[in-house]
C-alpha cells in the first residue's frame, strides 16, 4: 500500500480528533459566559461539530470498507475512529446536561475540570499526528503518558468536586445536575485515555 493511500487513515484520525478539540473550546466557552438564555443556540453550534465528526468517522468507514490492504488491523482502525467519535459525543453531553438540568451558573470547579479536559484533547491531538509513523516516533510514547496523566488528574478533580457538592448547602437539585456534570466531564477523560489506550495496543501489535 502506497504512503498517500495510508496517509489517508491517520490523516482522518487527526481531523476527527480536531471536532473534539473544537467542541471542548466550544465548551469553555460557554461556561466562561454562561448564560441561561443562550443555551440552545450554544447546543445546537455544538451538535454541528458533533455532526461534522459523524461525517469525519463515515468518511473513513466508507474508505475502510472498499480498503483491501489496510496499514494498521481494520478492527483496530474502527476501534480508534470510534474512540475519538465517543469523545466528541461525551462533549456535547456534558453541555446537553447543562440544558437538561437548568443551571443557572456554572461552578467554578467545572471550569477546572474542563481545563483538563481540554488539555487531554490537544494532547490527544499530538499524538495522533505522531501515529503515521509510530514505528519510529520518539514522542507518540511520551504523548500516551501525558494522557494518562490527564485523566488521572481528572479522576482527582472528580473526587474532590463530588465530595464538595455533599458538603456545601446546596439544593438537591443543584447536587443532581452536578453529579451528572462532572460525570460526564470525567467521561470525556476516560474517552481521551481510550484513545490513548487504543493507540498503544496497535502499537505493540506492530512491534
Known amino acids: 500500500m502506497s504512503k498517500k493511500q495510508d496517509a489517508v487513515y491517520f490523516d482522518n484520525f487527526i481531523e476527527c480528533a480536531g471536532y473534539a478539540t473544537k467542541a471542548a473550546q466550544m465548551l469553555k466557552e460557554v461556561f466562561r459566559t454562561f448564560?441561561?438564555?443562550?443555551?440552545?443556540?450554544w447546543m445546537d453550534d455544538i451538535h454541528a461539530v458533533e455532526h461534522a465528526a459523524d461525517k469525519?468517522?463515515?468518511g473513513m468507514t466508507d474508505k475502510l470498507a472498499k480498503a483491501f490492504?489496510?496499514?494498521?488491523e481494520r478492527e483496530d482502525i474502527g476501534l480508534l475512529s470510534t474512540n475519538i467519535d465517543t469523545l466528541t459525543d461525551k462533549l456535547e453531553e456534558v453541555c446537553m446536561r447543562v440544558y437538561i438540568h437548568n443551571v443557572q451558573?456554572?461552578?467554578p470547579d467545572a471550569l477546572t475540570m474542563l481545563d483538563a479536559v481540554i488539555r487531554g484533547c490537544e494532547e490527544v491531538g499530538k499524538m495522533l499526528g505522531e501515529f503515521a509513523d509510530f514505528r519510529h516516533s520518539k514522542k507518540l510514547k511520551e504523548y500516551i503518558i501525558h494522557i494518562n496523566s490527564i485523566e488521572e488528574e481528572c479522576d482527582r478533580?472528580?473526587?474532590?468536586?463530588?465530595?464538595?457538592?455533599?458538603?456545601?448547602?446546596?439544593d438537591v437539585r443543584d447536587v443532581m445536575a452536578w453529579e451528572e456534570i462532572y460525570t460526564y466531564l470525567e467521561k470525556c477523560a476516560d474517552a481521551c485515555e481510550?484513545?490513548?489506550?487504543?493507540?498503544?495496543?496497535?502499537?505493540m501489535k506492530n512491534s
Do not use: G, W, Y
Open 69 to 72: 490492504i489496510t496499514p494498521i
Open 194 to 203: 481510550e484513545i490513548a489506550d487504543t493507540v498503544e495496543s496497535v502499537v
Open 35 to 41: 448564560d441561561p438564555a443562550r443555551m440552545p443556540q
Open 105 to 107: 451558573t456554572i461552578r
Open 157 to 170: 478533580l472528580f473526587i474532590a468536586n463530588m465530595h464538595k457538592l455533599h458538603v456545601e448547602p446546596l
Open 56 to 58: 469525519c468517522r463515515h
